[in-house]
């Protein structure tokens, strides 16, 4: 399987992945926002759709609908402090109207790969954007750490404390936001929240501190993208769902542990 050259740029783009999106997606479980990766999911694909349409690198034009979406849903959210999950819902209705509107225009026959991911279509240059979003994430997390621990738990309460809430909320959403767009080669952008949200379901159920479950979100997804890639492979199915079956497979096993360890 990795003899051949596009396997190997899948497994390297799929490990990176494995780490950014349970990562990020972590710390949007213990916000109560997982559900922001799919309203970003159906942005990204709009995104994509657009660059299609005016044959542009539609990876590019992911990125940018998504990072305009995230900064949207951080306007929205300030606009309906009562009801802040109504920002995830106007602007997911905004992407699935605006995808359904340019995939209906043409010259969009690739999509599908866009929608569960593809092995073969996984480029050098997919590869140094996930490595350089990759280093953008992890240095944050270092830099950030206390701030979006604090944030996580009660983020009225780190805004009073003098933690820069504003900041640290906006920057992280464009890291959504990338995470999304460029993960959508390989994983598809209807199930790129799954990985950000299935690793960490598991890791929360065995977890015994903040550090081990990011630690064991990182594994769990790690496991799930090498066993969904080599399955992909040898069933010639769309890797995005194979992907996100292992780990939904994994979080059924930890539940079934836990259940037999009480």
Known sequence: ????????????MGIMISLIAPTIGYFLVLRRQSIIGDTLSHVALSGAAFGMVTKTYPVYTAILFSILAALGIEALRRKFENYAELSLAIVLSAGVGLASVLISLGNTQGILSYLFGSLALVSSQDIFLVIGLGVMVFITIIFFYEGLFYISFDEESAYL??????????????????????????????????????????????????????????????????????????LDIAPGGTIVLSALLLLIVVIIIENIRK
């Open 1 to 12: 399987m990795l003899t051949y050259g596009f396997m190997q740029k899948s497994f390297i």
């Open 161 to 234: 404390a003098g933690v820069p809430s504003k900041f640290i909320n906006l920057f992280f959403s464009i890291l959504v936001a990338l995470t999304v767009a460029i993960s959508m080669r390989i994983v598809g952008v209807l199930l790129i929240s799954s990985l950000m949200v299935l690793p960490v379901a598991s890791s929360l159920l065995i977890s015994k501190s903040f550090k081990s479950g990011l630690i064991l979100s990182n594994l769990f997804g790690i496991i799930s993208v090498i066993i969904g890639l080599t399955l992909s492979f040898y």
